[in-house]
């Protein structure tokens, strides 16, 4: 058998593609096609054994094109609705309006009759096409591919496709082109393999649905709470056996009875059916103090109400707070525990109440002892999030190879040594509670970038895993590191710098608060083993004048250290520790009275941490540049970045303390810095 040639000629590019995909599948094997949209135009002269017209009314667009052909040639085919996906218009609620929308108005009329035809009649059709006036408004639309034709108010639309050739005129198209009676068998075939493929579908979209109810009427069921929904009538819609048990009634809550025969309580059932009422009441049965809660759902018609036993509800919280304080996923402070009376550290406990009461992300910069774990614990607890769990992770401490499991969790088997099961990450724990971030300065690039995802996204993925998990989880970042910085520097990511700061505290070095001190001596004592002992009133001013580069923590250190070498349970000026036991060695006045004008340079701290730093340097027969300097500077509590410790070295050589040198050399201290150096020593 020659080959035949075909030519198809429709309306718009859409329909020609879809109906030459439907003809090369019955025919394509046995003849050439070429095809044509009027839209798009048509270049050039036809040339065909047999040419297919898409409807009538493209043939009388095409007919200049045609005029020389035998009517004999050409099919003019007839359409149907595209059963490829015919089972999306199955699933809509019965007696849902749907704006049917097509490009002239007859195949907007023969489409809907080809549905009612197919016994999809449950929905109601509302005809729609450019041109037509007084169009009710719907929420939803279905179109044979005209989506550019669907009006704005639309909210939902549902595109079944391109119609397609109806079989009685493929039937025709075969007899035209002599293969009907040799290839009628296979077409039969391929069409009722559509068929079966279509019923397939539907019958696995129809047990989805039967999972699904039977899914949730287990979930229902296995809810502690009592749960009813009704429409305004009080037609019972669904319910759930705890109803039952909590409002003590003998009737059964049947799916189609009325609430009213059920429920004789008059103050409920006005509660129950009354619109726009209040959205929740106590009331008391049989001595039971049940809290109500309702609310309406407008599409559905359907008023939806909670019911909680408010003893069971509290004693089910109290169990969960104290599963959490075992598993040690709670907040162990609150504000009441942070120490300190100075205006600024009141000042920084009202911002922290402030930011506490809202959702977002809170970036907590401070030097190390400052307090931000401290703070991020009281801030969970003030928060709306005080009953969820509050977890926390300090990257400073935790091996890199670890930091991405101990997060995001892992599957099993996702690496050596996983555990059978898997195991959830720290935002899993966290969900619904608080995560603090504790040294994110340290965080690697790959774990930055991860990050940023989770926080932009709210969902995690674990490692080794492909399920992707929604997270509600609130973070808590904290630093002691000069983050603008280590951007510039490129060691920590912009965008990810601004997600984590949207909210913002900058914690008061101890230095900076000092009449604080002594409430924290006194506090620090409450809480050791001797807390009847006293200490003398010279030592607390001698500890006073110490800047405690190691903040609270190494404050708290030292009155450990003195509570245990005082004797008769009194701390005297000879139980401070020596010079070596402080982070930087300042040169201590109450021994020797130096009036060096390094005090008077500005910055004295500062400028005593680098000489000695470099008298350091010079005994181990070392040399130490400015950048290793500002980096030891940062991880002893001082913020100074490398041309800061240029300017301030340049102020010891102007005043004699130093000599700088290029090259090998390096930079070497003068007799009188040796002397500065020496004597904090």
């Not at 096609?33 to 898409?54: N, P, R």
């Not at 005809?127 to 550019?148: S, W």
């Not at 991880?635 to 301030?648: F, I, K, S």
């Amino acid at each position: 058998m020659s080959t035949k040639e075909v030519t198809l000629i429709a309306g718009t590019e859409e329909t020609r593609k879809t109906l030459l995909d439907q003809l090369k599948g019955y025919i394509g094997e046995y003849t050439h096609m070429k095809s044509y949209a009027i839209d798009e135009g048509i270049m050039e002269s036809i040339q065909s054994d047999l040419i297919i017209v898409s409807s009538d009314l493209v043939y009388g667009e095409a007919a200049s094109y045609l005029e020389d052909y035998n009517r004999h040639k050409i099919i003019s085919v007839r359409r149907t609705i595209n059963y490829n996906f015919i089972d999306k218009l199955l699933f809509i609620p019965e007696g849902t309006e749907i704006l049917f929308v097509n490009d002239v108005a007859e195949t907007v009329f023969d489409s809907i009759a080809k549905l009612k035809e197919m016994g999809i009649n449950h929905i109601k059709y509302i005809p729609y096409y450019p041109g037509i006036k007084g169009v009710k408004p719907v929420k939803i639309a279905v179109t044979p591919g005209e989506l550019d034709k669907v009006p704005s108010f639309v909210e939902e639309v549902i595109d079944i496709g391109p119609r397609l050739i109806d079989m009685t005129s493929m039937t025709e198209i075969l007899r035209r082109l002599d293969m009907l009676e040799e290839k009628a068998d296979e077409v039969s075939q391929k069409y009722m393999g559509k068929i079966i493929q279509l019923g397939k579908r539907l019958v696995e979209a129809t047990k989805e649905t039967h999972r699904f109810n039977r899914n949730l009427n287990i979930v229902l069921e296995g809810v502690n709470d009592g749960l009813l929904g009704v429409d305004t009538k009080g037609e019972i819609k669904v319910s759930n056996g705890n109803l039952e048990k909590i409002i003590n009634t003998p009737i059964p809550l049947t799916m189609g009875k009325n609430i009213k025969q059920i429920i004789k309580n008059r103050e409920l059932i006005h509660f129950l059916l009354t619109h726009g009422e209040s959205n929740n009441m106590i009331l008391n049965i049989d001595n039971v103090d049940i809290l109500i809660n309702k609310f309406f759902i407008e599409e559905e018609n359907l008023i939806v109400t909670t019911f909680k036993n408010i003893k069971e509800t509290m004693d089910m919280e109290r169990q969960l707070r104290r599963e959490l304080v075992k598993k040690g996923h709670i907040g162990k402070y609150t504000f009441e525990d942070i120490i300190g009376n100075s205006e600024g550290m009141k000042n920084k406990k009202k911002i922290a109440v402030k930011l506490a009461a809202s959702e977002l992300n809170i970036l907590i910069e401070g030097e190390s002892g400052t307090g931000k774990e401290l703070f991020a614990s009281a801030i969970h607890n003030a928060s709306p999030r005080r009953d969820g769990p509050f977890l926390g992770v300090n990257f400073s401490a935790l091996p890199e190879d670890l930091v991405e499991s101990e997060l995001f969790g892992y599957e099993e088997g996702a690496f050596t040594g996983a555990k059978r099961g898997g195991k959830k990450g720290l935002f899993e724990q966290a969900d619904r509670g608080t995560l603090f971030l504790d040294e994110i300065g340290d965080i690697s690039p790959k774990i930055q970038a991860r990050l940023l995802r989770v926080l932009q996204e709210k969902e995690i993925m674990r490692v080794g895993g492909s399920q992707i998990i929604p997270v509600d989880v609130r973070v808590i970042a904290a630093t002691n590191k000069n983050l603008v910085e280590m951007i510039e520097n490129g060691k920590f990511r912009q965008d990810l710098y601004h997600r984590l700061k949207v909210l913002y505290l900058q914690l008061i070095p101890l230095r900076e608060r000092k009449e604080d001190i002594e409430d924290l001596i006194q506090c620090f004592i409450r809480q050791s083993r001797k807390n009847h002992a006293m200490i003398k009133d010279e030592v607390i001013q001698k500890l006073r004048y110490y800047n405690w580069y190691g903040n609270v923590r190494e404050l708290k250190n030292t009155i450990e250290y003195m509570l245990a070498v005082c004797e008769d349970d009194v701390i005297k000026l000879n139980d401070i520790p020596e010079a070596s036991f402080f982070q930087i060695k300042l040169f201590d006045r109450f021994q020797q009275q130096d009036e060096d004008e390094i005090e008077n340079l500005g910055n004295p701290e500062e400028l005593y941490f680098i000489l000695n730093m470099l008298y350091g340097s010079m005994l181990s027969h070392q040399l130490l540049g400015r950048k290793q300097i500002a980096q030891m500077a940062r991880e002893n509590g001082l913020n100074l970045t490398e041309p800061q410790v240029r300017q301030r070295m340049n102020i010891l050589e102007e005043h004699g303390y130093l000599l700088k040198s290029k090259g090998k050399a390096g930079t070497k201290l003068t007799k009188k810095g040796k002397r500065a150096a020496e004597r904090q020593q």
